[in-house]
Every structure is written in structure tokens, then in C-alpha cells.
């Protein structure tokens, strides 16, 4: 069973917090500082009503943004996980590009939601068994199996399992196809 501190912090709080302001937090998540102390003040939100002994410690709790199938991603790295449902990491993923959320008149658009999540399953030396999930308002799909858990690479891994997800934008220029009969 997850523990409840890590579960509360990326089941509950952070999409939601992403999704009620969703402008606000992408600016808040874009400033290095910002992006720190917002993430510490939710990760101690998540933990507000928990006896002492259930808090976990923030240890590995970091952002990096990266370009996954042409849209800008905020990747969390969450502190390791103990039990299933915990998370290795989280993305929000805004479907607008990199550049064009600060245009004053753009809509506030949520960010989609991923998770990559310990999952039972044996353990190997490949890494641990894992589940690519997306919370989409109150409903959690498991989308299939996520790359090893727990190895140095599994950030990447777990972006390009996005990038099929996602696949390309719906704006993207499709090349032009012509079907000619002989």
C-alpha cells in the first residue's frame, strides 16, 4: 500500500493545484527559485494532517523541463518509491508548445497529467516493474507497462513512453500525401 504522504503529494495535490491555476503554476514552475519553494510548500501540504512517523522527506524532490513530441514538460523527480501506487515521477505536459502560454489573450489550457508509478511485478536487475498512468479530473487510467524503475535513464524513459502517447501535435505541419492510380 502507498504511503500517504508521496500518494497525497502526486495524486491529489500537485494536479490539482496545476489544474486550478494552470497559468500561475506554469510561470511558478518555469523560475528555478520559484519552482523549488512551490514544490517544498505542497510536499509539506501533503503531509499537513499526518502523524509525524508518516512525513517522508523531501530527498530527490526536483523539476527539469523538457520538449516531448513538441510540447513543453514539467518533469517532477519524486523521492524513490517504497510501494505500489508511489511514483518515480510525474509530468504535466502542456499541449499549447514551449513559447506561446505567455500571450495575454491564450486561454488557460490544463495540462495533462502522467505519473510513472511502481507497479507489482518482479524486480530484475533491469530495474523495478512500473505503470505509465494519466489522472484526467477525478479518473486515473493506467495506460501499460513504463520502462525499468529505478535506473538512471528511467527520466528519459519514461518521456519517450510519453512521446507515443501524445504523439505528434494536432498542429504539427502533416506532409502532403498524394495517391496516384496506375
Same mark, same amino acid.
Given at each position: 500500500m502507498a504511503r500517504s504522504h508521496p500518494y497525497n503529494f502526486t495524486h491529489v495535490m500537485l494536479p490539482q493545484m496545476a489544474w486550478r491555476r494552470p497559468a500561475a503554476v506554469r510561470r511558478e514552475l518555469s523560475d528555478p527559485? +520559484? #519552482?523549488r519553494e512551490l514544490l517544498l510548500y505542497m510536499w509539506e501540504k501533503a503531509a499537513e494532517t499526518l502523524?509525524? %512517523?508518516e512525513k517522508v522527506a523531501p530527498k530527490g524532490l526536483r523539476l527539469s523541463w523538457h520538449a516531448v513530441a513538441g510540447r513543453a514538460t514539467a518533469l517532477l523527480h519524486l523521492p524513490p518509491p517504497q510501494s505500489t501506487m508511489e511514483a518515480h515521477y510525474s509530468? +504535466? $505536459?502542456y499541449e499549447d508548445g514551449e513559447d506561446e502560454h505567455d500571450t495575454p489573450d491564450a486561454p488557460e489550457a490544463r495540462p495533462r497529467y502522467f505519473t510513472l508509478e511502481a507497479a507489482l511485478g518482479l524486480n530484475s %536487475? #533491469? &530495474?523495478?516493474a512500473t +505503470? $505509465?498512468?494519466e489522472w484526467a479530473g477525478e479518473v486515473h487510467r493506467h495506460l501499460g507497462r513504463g520502462p525499468? &524503475? &529505478?535506473q538512471p &535513464?528511467?527520466?528519459l524513459a519514461f518521456l519517450d513512453a510519453l512521446a507515443s502517447v501524445l504523439g505528434p501535435r494536432p498542429d504539427a505541419e502533416v506532409p502532403f500525401m498524394r495517391v496516384v492510380r496506375s
Open positions: 527559485y +520559484l #519552482a502523524p509525524a %512517523a509530468a +504535466l $505536459v %536487475a #533491469a &530495474g523495478s +505503470l $505509465v498512468g525499468a &524503475g &529505478g &535513464g528511467t527520466h
